[in-house]
């Protein structure tokens, strides 16, 4: 009798465990998705004022309702404290490292591993080069199926100026290669290779 009720308990406690870790990484999942959209809006918004890529309505930009939606709140009152300074916008810059911040503060939590709160700054500026370089792959990947499809568009002209900056050095130093432009192959895997070294460098950092 004692073996059943120390085996139900066992249930009961592994049943727990397995829906609480459930919860969390729904909650994950949730914050990341919503971090992502965020964070990436006020970089996409950083990356066109950057290039002087208009985001105006007047310009027939696609995106920048969707941009200005999610990042307004939080750039427009920081832009009060933060001017651009050049063609650097520093509030969005500034909105972005917010939310990777916030992100991680509510993982923190959560979890209650209050000991970890003195890495947060450098995890969110870890997170934002990750963001980054998340957004680079898949505008790339975009170009990419756009280009093979050979279909234009407003959005299709606003992607390939998106991409123009980021592919431009790669194709000064490599050429056509039978009619194929391979720039966009080449930097998703310095992409990739940056990944790597980046992953290292805050294991390095962090411990």
């Known amino acids: ?32 998705v919503a971090t992502g959209f965020l964070s990436g809006a006020c970089l996409l918004r950083f990356y066109m004022q950057f290039h002087y890529i208009s985001m105006s309505s007047r310009s027939g930009n696609p995106l920048s309702q969707f941009i200005f939606t999610l990042s307004d709140w939080i750039v427009l009152p920081l832009r009060r404290f933060l001017p651009s300074i050049g063609r650097i916008d520093t509030s969005s810059l500034v909105g972005a490292y917010f939310f990777e911040i916030a992100q991680y503060l509510l993982h923190i939590t959560v979890l209650g591993t209050y000991g970890q709160l003195q890495s947060v700054p450098i995890l969110g500026l870890f997170g934002i080069f990750r963001l980054s370089l998340s957004c680079i792959t898949g505008l790339l990947i975009i170009y990419a199926v756009i280009s093979w499809m050979g279909s234009r568009s407003i959005m299709s002209d606003l992607v390939d100026r998106l991409c123009l900056p980021i592919l431009t050095p790669v194709r000064r130093v490599l050429p056509l290669m039978g009619g194929l432009d391979l720039s966009p192959l080449v930097v998703l895997l310095l992409v990739q290779i940056v990944v790597i070294i980046l992953n290292n460098l805050q294991l390095m950092v962090l411990g």
């Not at 592994?14 to 969390?24: F, L």
Request: glycine share 6%.
């Open 1 to 32: 009798m004692l073996i059943l009720s120390y085996s139900g308990s066992m249930v009961i406690i592994s049943g727990i465990v397995i829906y609480k870790t459930m919860i969390y990484q729904i909650f994950s999942l949730v914050l990341e």
